[in-house]
């Protein structure tokens, strides 16, 4: 018992480095702060698309003012949500604008999402984006449907609420203390599940969701605790709140990045398996013997079957060796989903493969037991050796000799 609890006491602790080591190298802390100053320009530009959506559907009439309100009250800390009545005000003057300034807000509130996009596929390693009406479709649904979603949920809140056989538990603080929190976790489970263009387990989104909302409520309680025994107020004035909603926005994206690095991570990493990878050449033949065996079943690789291999390869190259293998016509997507071998596996040697990778052979041994990996890995052990025996020779003798060959 006591090894079990040791065991899965290393393995979180090892995952919790390995999300940390990757927030820090996809410079999570430096979108943050480009996501905090493109959400100040946009919030206004999102809450009227909000106010007009809903202003649009009769029965909808007077949600957006309790949608404003349940996110300043639940998401936004009491001591900047005085910043709600300003946002309010910019945003009913911007519903009086004129066409080419309603455009430019709108393409401001897309730049955010295009930049959230763009940061959840550096986080995925995604290499094939969405383009054109795809991309176009996304953003607007979000910016459309979200709204109605979100102010549908409180409605049908506010009325099961409502109801006479729950109002005793609808009274108990613990009930209204997880309403906001389940919430905000079905809503981030959702922009984790959709945004990456990617299959992303929803298992794995909902453990991203829920603690991402977790640890939101955890940084509210903090951030007021914090700042209302700071002297914000007498060095910032009036002006006090301004600072603090963007320090409030900045933490909120990095909880949400940082959400997002342990979503990616629990998709990749490796819990079972050594921790030597196979070099990526190797790992490619692993991948399109997968391929292989499903060709001759007549079967689909989806993306769940390439995960099955993450003791073998490495699942975060994956967008990298499907974009390679797609560009050389060896697999190709199908409609319903998954991928096919495209190519008679016949018609193109190891070699052939070697010279149109980006990668080198490999150095070492293959740890596999199949008969093709065990024959090629003897085979590349034979060509590394004969290597080092013709590129044996040190550079002091190889440079001495081009000068005694010189002619004076």
Known sequence: MFGKVKR?????????????????????QTTASALTYQTLFAVVPALTVMYTVLSTFESFGGMGRILEDFIFTNVVPENVAVVQDYLRGFSEDAQNLSIPSAIFLAVTAFLMLFTIERTFSEIWRIKEPRHGLQRLMMYWAVLSFGPLLVGAGIGVTTYIL?????????????FLLFLPVLLSASTFTLVFAVVPNTLVPLRHAVIGGVL???????????????????????????FAVVPLFLLWIYVSWTIVLMGAELVKSLGVYRFKGSDKLEDPLFQVLIILDVFHQAH????????????????RIDLEMWSEYRQQLVALNLIRPVEKGGLVLLKDL??????????KLPWPLPAQS?????????TLSETFKSISGRNQGVLGTDLESLFR???QTTPE
């Open 162 to 174: 409502s109801l006479p056989l729950i109002s005793d538990v609808a009274d108990s603080p613990a």
């Open 401 to 403: 000799s081009q000068h």
């Open 212 to 238: 991402v909302a977790a640890g939101f409520e955890s940084a509210k309680f903090m951030f007021v605790f914090v700042m209302s025994r700071s002297d914000f107020e007498l060095i910032y004035g009036a």
């Open 346 to 355: 016949s018609e193109i040697t190891i070699w052939e493969l070697y010279e």
């Open 8 to 28: 899965i006491v290393g393995q979180s602790w090892n995952l919790f480095r390995f999300i940390l080591r990757h927030y820090v190298e996809d410079s999570c």
């Open 296 to 311: 001759q079943k007549g079967q689909v690789v989806t993306e769940n079957r390439i995960r099955d291999l993450g003791s």
């Open 366 to 374: 293959i740890d596999g037991k199949s008969g093709w990996e065990a």
